[in-house]
């Protein structure tokens, strides 16, 4: 087994869902989680605020220094994620196509380094 | 079977091991016999390879009787095992996960058993960036655990297009290798052929699968013709015709006629049809180079390539319209591409403008790497710098 994880992105800037929208994302990811569990996929996951409710902390010449965030300056901004286990990429692909529907978003897969670090 | 998926994602330690499990395997089976299945994943690994580098490197029979005195008598199922392993690995190499680049080279890496200098010179690329490639790709294949496994049906029409054309490619390699002195590489060629096959039995109502087969089946069968006795290039203008192989173009035709009638035209269907065409004509004067334009506007719309038009400006060239044809290829960018300068030449020799195609010969030889291709341009220079 592999864990990964599963990052859905949105582009600030582009339209946002309206609130009878946003209900049913809701509810389709919710969906989604219950499914997740009941398979054994689930690890973590849940809905990030938005990016101007993040802040940086950073050392950097032997002080801690803390800024408003976000950290990337770009425009793409993660919304939410997932910690999934899966057997293969294959099955973490799976689930991603239904992140993604459910979220109305990309959704990017990244590996977990094992930890035996191989 | 967890293991085994997990481990192959070691394919850069497999390679290295290969040698040596190889060595150490032949050793050990005649006195120990075959190791238990998920522990000795890289001698298992290392003994298919070595089924598989035997069954390409010698003919058939001599194959079967090697891999029999490695395997033992009773083990002649490890052999059938090999063929769905490849399929496996191709469907692997070519998983969506892996860009493009990576897709073709890896199989042409582990499948075709090129090495990395000869897949970047298929590529027009430099060595090192090929190898930055291979690289990558596998430690993505291992990093994010891509499973060794043909698709499910469900998975398989879009996991069928990157390996259709990776197998193009290994193929195209074969046909006119890109550096050495054969013309071809005839294993490598009959090797996608027998991929094709594969894969057309694996999908038989995919015409696109079919329509590649036929396509290399069509081309295969002019392979006697393109060398003369010395090993020298003749171009389809001055092929004997009688030495093309009438089996493999009935059989292409066969393939052909089954693309046309479930009419879903596709790229490697139409490159097919245009193939059929020539392989129609008993002489190069008798070819129907109208209809072959004809394909090729429909393959333009379907591949608008700069490849497909020079191809098709060509076939303009032999309807008479040689300025037409020129025209076109000013408007292309291959300045990479050696036959565009080959191609370029030979238009301009046919317009009396020998200087200039000289130059232009001599543009494309800076470019070609295969010897027999080689030979054939300078010859061409040489005479129109003679005429000159």
Redesign the interface.
């Known amino acids: 087994?592999?864990q990964y994880l599963l990052s859905v992105y949105y582009v600030e800037g582009e339209e946002t869902p309206t609130a009878d929208e946003i209900e049913v994302i809701y509810a389709d990811v919710d969906t989604l989680n219950k499914k997740m569990m009941d398979r054994g996929t689930w690890v973590f996951g849940g809905g990030l605020h938005t990016p101007e409710n993040a802040t940086v902390v950073r050392a950097e010449g032997g002080e801690i220094l803390t800024t408003d965030g976000p950290f990337p300056e770009a425009k793409e901004q993660i919304g939410g994620f997932w910690v999934i286990e899966a057997?293969?990429?294959?099955e973490a692909?799976d689930w991603a196509g239904q992140a993604t529907v459910a979220c109305r978003g990309p959704v990017e897969?990244r590996?977990f380094?094992d930890e035996e670090g191989a | 079977m967890?293991t085994l998926?997990?481990r192959f994602g070691d394919i850069e330690l497999a390679e290295e091991a290969v040698q040596e499990a190889f060595v150490e395997a032949v050793r050990r089976w005649p006195e120990a016999g075959i190791p238990p299945s998920p522990a000795g994943w890289i001698i298992t690994t290392a003994k298919n390879r070595a089924i598989d580098r035997l069954r390409r490197e010698s003919i058939r029979q001599e194959r079967h009787e090697q891999a029999h005195q490695l395997v033992g008598e009773d083990e002649s199922a490890e052999i059938e095992i090999v063929d769905d392993d490849q399929l496996r690995l191709i469907f692997t190499c070519c998983?969506p996960?892996l860009a493009p680049e990576a897709q073709v080279a890896l199989t042409l890496r582990l499948i075709g058993g090129l090495q990395t200098p000869e897949i970047a010179r298929a590529f027009l690329t430099s060595e090192s960036t090929m190898a930055q490639r291979l690289v990558r790709a596998k430690r993505k294949i291992k990093?994010?655990?891509?499973?060794y496994?043909i698709p499910s049906d469900a998975e398989l029409p879009n996991r069928l297009r990157p390996v259709l054309s990776v197998v193009y490619l290994i193929f195209n390699e074969g046909y006119v290798a890109t550096s050495g002195p054969e013309l071809a590489r005839v294993d490598l060629a009959l090797e996608a052929i027998r991929l094709a096959r594969l894969l057309r039995d694996l999908m038989p109502d995919e015409p696109e699968a079919a329509g590649l087969l036929a396509l290399m089946l069509l081309n295969e069968s002019r392979r006697k013709a393109r060398t003369d006795s010395e090993g020298c290039l003749v171009t389809l203008r001055d092929q004997d015709r009688s030495t093309w192989d009438r089996e493999l173009i009935r059989e292409g035709h066969e393939v052909v006629r089954g693309c046309i009638r479930r009419n879903q035209p596709g790229p490697y269907q139409l490159q097919a049809a245009i193939a059929a065409v020539h392989a129609d004509a008993g002489s190069a004067d008798e070819t129907d180079w109208d209809q072959i334009v004809t394909i090729y506007d429909q393959l333009s719309v379907m591949a608008p390539t700069p490849v497909v038009r020079l191809n098709r400006a060509i076939a303009i060239a032999e309807t008479g319209d040689v300025e037409g044809a020129l025209n076109i290829l000013d408007g292309l960018d291959l300045d990479g591409y050696h036959l565009y300068h080959a191609t370029y030449a030979d238009l301009l020799e046919r317009l009396g403008r020998i200087e200039d195609a000289a130059d232009s010969y001599a543009r494309a030889l800076d470019l070609t790497t295969n010897e027999a291709e080689r030979a054939h341009l300078e010859r061409r220079e040489q005479r129109a710098r003679g005429g000159a």
């Open positions: 087994m592999s057997k293969d990429l294959d692909l897969v590996p380094q | 967890a998926v997990r998983h996960a990093n994010a655990n891509i499973p496994r």
